[in-house]
T-cell receptor, first 117, second 112 residues
């Protein structure tokens, strides 16, 4: 099946710093990628839809200036958490839509665990 | 996209079939039913999807009722590695649009 990778798999940073997370589709091209966030014991919450070559679309309540998304190529999207604070500590998961797959199946990366001290 | 309802948790004995139900009574005619699962601390894994016919692949079977208001995911011979949270999602596969919105899912525990 299609493979989506994320880097790094975990990161610890100090409050006030920025953290960049990369999401790559390894064996297919993805014009659309998605970023989710998951807190402990909760379900995945969609943060934004990333479209190659255009601005991301953010879900209601997600600050676009805090969570910067760049989708510069058909295989790479990045999420930058700017001026991170402890409340941003979470499990961040990206997903890529394979438009060649039946019904445009979405595949998920393994996730990035962020801890802000 | 239509809302789904799933039981919060289920148990299953190892080697037996696990039948996970999902209600989607407000599903529209062009919406597909997708199933994903999330093993602890990992990203969700695609399992199967369907529109109105029953579907089967190497992982599971999907049974959709004739009125399409509910479906059942069947893991024919559950193993301990199938312990996970299973999500039933309905989505219209409009090209370039259509988002997977996750509900609370069913936490399946496979016990020896």
């Amino acid at each position: 099946g299609a493979v989506v990778s994320q880097h790094p798999s975990w990161v610890i940073c100090k409050s006030g710093t920025s953290v960049k997370i990369e999401c790559r589709s390894l064996d297919f091209q993805a014009t659309t990628m998605f970023w989710y966030r998951q807190f402990p014991k909760q379900s995945l919450m969609l943060m934004a839809t990333s479209n190659e070559g255009s601005k991301a679309t953010y879900e209601q309540g997600v600050e676009k200036d805090k969570f910067l998304i760049n989708h510069a190529s058909l295989t790479l999207s990045t999420l930058t958490v700017t001026s991170a604070h402890p409340e941003d500590s979470s499990f961040y998961i990206c997903s890529a839509r394979d438009q060649q797959a039946p019904r445009e199946t979405q595949y998920f990366g393994p996730g990035t665990r962020l801890l802000v001290l | 996209d239509a809302k789904t309802t799933q039981p919060p948790s289920m148990d299953c004995a190892e080697g037996r079939a696990a039948n996970l139900p999902c209600n989607h009574s407000t599903i529209s005619g062009n919406e597909y039913v997708y199933w994903y699962r999330q093993i602890h601390s990992q990203g969700p894994q695609y399992i199967i999807h369907g529109l109105k016919n029953n579907e089967t692949n190497e992982m599971a079977s999907l049974i959709i009722t004739e009125d399409r208001k509910s479906s059942t995911l069947i893991l024919p011979h559950a193993t301990l590695r199938d312990t996970a949270v299973y999500y039933c999602i309905v989505r219209a596969p409009v090209f370039g649009r259509g988002k997977l919105i996750f509900g609370q899912g069913t936490e399946l525990s496979v016990k020896p």
